[in-house]
Nanobody, 121 residues
Framework: QLQLVESGGGLVQPGGSLRLSCAASGFTLNYSAIGWFRQAPGKEREGVSCISRTNSTNYADSVKGRFTISRDNAKNTVYLQMNSLKPEDTAIYYC???????????????WGQGTQVTVSS
């Protein structure tokens, strides 16, 4: 079964850090672009970051300079390092894939179940 599984969410104080993981099973993610998305209560899902098969990366303006996406092909996992977290980063975070290169559209598939990130004092 081809799937992506997110983990690493939790409760953190403003200014804190978390590292999210997106682990692939049933396929090798080397040839995929992997995107991170988030959805806050009452809001639409939005793109956060993406890494292509060639390791090109992009970020939403709201997270630039604070979040870093990376991949470890040996572990078949993509990470999202989140630093200087703000209350407005609170959301369910999802990962998904598409062939090779990132896209500004939401044309990704294989969505995981998500991991909750809550930033609160």
């Amino acid at each position: 079964q081809l799937q992506l599984v997110e983990s690493g969410g939790g409760l953190v104080q403003p200014g804190g850090s978390l590292r999210l993981s997106c682990a692939a099973s049933g396929f090798t993610l080397n040839y995929s672009a992997i995107g991170w998305f988030r959805q806050a209560p009452g809001k639409e899902r939005e793109g956060v970051s993406c890494i292509s098969r060639t390791n090109s990366t992009n970020y939403a303006d709201s997270v630039k300079g604070r979040f870093t996406i990376s991949r470890d092909n040996a572990k078949n996992t993509v990470y999202l390092q989140m630093n200087s977290l703000k209350p407005e980063d609170t959301a369910i975070y999802y990962c998904a894939r598409r062939p090779a290169y990132c896209s500004a559209s939401m044309e990704y598939y294989g969505w995981g179940q998500g991991t909750q990130v809550t930033v609160s004092s």
